[in-house]
Nanobody
């Protein structure tokens, strides 16, 4: 079983940037066909943010397209989410997750990291 740990969250002003990282242990990210970032704001359901797949390429939610970039570093066994031009509505707990199969539910999740964007 893989363990996922997110880091890099914090408080940032609107228009600023943050870089989130997800570190995997137990297994490498290359074991999985897709790695995703999700977020959940208080009182709201979890929503998809971005994903990276060597099979299917990268995908972004419309709300973050052009502002966020997902990438991986195989040497460090990490997946990152570069977040630019942050908006207050980006405030949420951000989670990384992996799926064992493409076009299926995500199977393993990290504990999340808080991102707060002030106006």
């Amino acid at each position: 079983q893989v363990q996922l740990v997110e880091s890099g969250g914090g408080l940032v002003q609107a228009g600023g940037s943050l870089r989130l990282s997800c570190a995997a242990s137990g297994r490498t990210f290359s074991t999985y066909p897709i790695v995703g970032w999700f977020r959940q704001a208080p009182g709201k359901e979890r929503e998809f943010v971005a994903s990276i797949s060597w099979i299917a390429g990268n995908t972004y939610a419309d709300s973050v397209k052009g502002r966020f970039t997902i990438s991986r570093d195989n040497g460090k066994n990490t997946v990152s989410l570069q977040m630019n031009s942050l908006k207050p509505e980006d405030t949420a707990v951000y989670y990384c997750a992996v799926a064992r199969r493409l076009y299926s539910d995500y199977d393993y999740w990290g504990q999340g990291t808080q991102v707060t964007v002030s106006s």
